[in-house]
């Protein structure tokens, strides 16, 4: 797992092309005032809270990381229509239950990337995660099989996101 | 503009604000603090993307461009989602909000509260 500490005049080139294209975007032009502007913003900013970031894994397979993104887009719109079912359904039918996620993914970001995407498709939330970052606990709307779903989870999405990180 | 793509913009009308009228019968609906979580917080991003594409596509008919605002709003949507989803169930789990009786393990709350691995002797396990 390759860390990434910020230094030099560009600690984070990453963030500050997200900064400058957002920048832009905000405005919806393409006037120079405004690429000045937004280039001088996207320069200072990393430049002034770089000290403050703690060193994070990065990313080492840039294309699994677009697949990743593609799959969890696609999932929330599918995972959506089964809530939807479930919702309007019986709710007396309704099994929720907590779960805990043994955790393979080491460090903060990949952790908050699989609890995010935990959280956003549909029908579990992610809800704490242990002191010594092993396991992720997560609330489900309806439960039948808890090793399926953590199977699941753990062949689905935090497979993708070690080998996005290389961890 | 054509009618073709007026009936286009209408069904993302209709699909996004289903999902967004979805969400928030969810919250009426489900039974305890927990299970309403899910609803409003997953359905109505996805409604809301709905209703943002087809905002995207009539004004790019209707020749003003590109607009691309729906995209950052889409983009700060799928961030804050599941941050603030995480947040209110983490709180929540910590006040000790009543949850639905027969919410599957249980004993887990516990150890999450304390942020510890999970008991050894489940009883679903």
């Not at chain 2, 917080?41 to 996805?46: D, M, V």
Request: hydrophobic share 50%.
């Amino acid at each position: 797992m390759k860390l990434s500490s910020p230094t030099g005049w560009l600690p984070m080139p990453a963030q500050s092309l997200i900064l400058f294209v957002v920048w832009l975007l905000l405005n919806n032009t393409l006037a120079p005032g405004h690429i000045l502007l937004g280039a001088v913003l996207a320069l200072t900013i990393p430049l002034l809270i770089a000290p403050t970031q703690a060193p994070q894994p990065r990313v080492v397979r840039h294309w699994a990381a677009v697949r990743y993104v593609g799959r969890v887009l696609w999932d929330i719109l599918v995972a959506n229509f089964e809530v939807a079912m479930r919702v309007l359904g019986p709710t007396r039918r309704l099994q929720p239950a907590f779960v805990a996620i043994p955790l393979d993914v080491e460090g903060a970001l990949p952790i908050t990337i699989l609890a995010s995407t935990i959280s956003l498709t549909p029908g579990t939330v992610s809800a704490e995660v242990s002191e010594d970052r092993k396991w992720l606990y997560i609330h489900a709307l309806h439960l039948e099989d808890e090793a399926a779903l953590i199977a699941q989870i753990k062949s689905r999405y935090e497979a993708p996101i070690k080998e996005i990180f290389g961890c | 503009m054509n009618p073709t793509v007026e009936i286009i913009i209408s069904c993302f009308l209709l699909f996004g604000g289903a999902f967004v009228l979805l969400g928030s019968f969810g919250l009426l609906r489900l039974p305890d603090f927990y299970t309403r979580l899910h609803a409003p917080t997953k359905a109505t991003t996805l409604g809301l993307a709905g209703l943002l594409i087809a905002s995207m596509i009539y004004f790019f008919v209707a020749g003003n461009g590109v607009i691309v605002h729906e995209l950052l709003i889409t983009l700060f949507l799928l961030i804050t989602a599941p941050v603030s989803a995480h947040m209110m169930a983490k709180t929540a789990l910590h006040h000790k909000v009543r949850m639905l009786k027969r919410t599957a393990g249980k004993p887990l709350t516990e150890a999450a509260r304390k942020r510890e691995a999970p008991p050894l002797n489940e009883d679903e396990r």
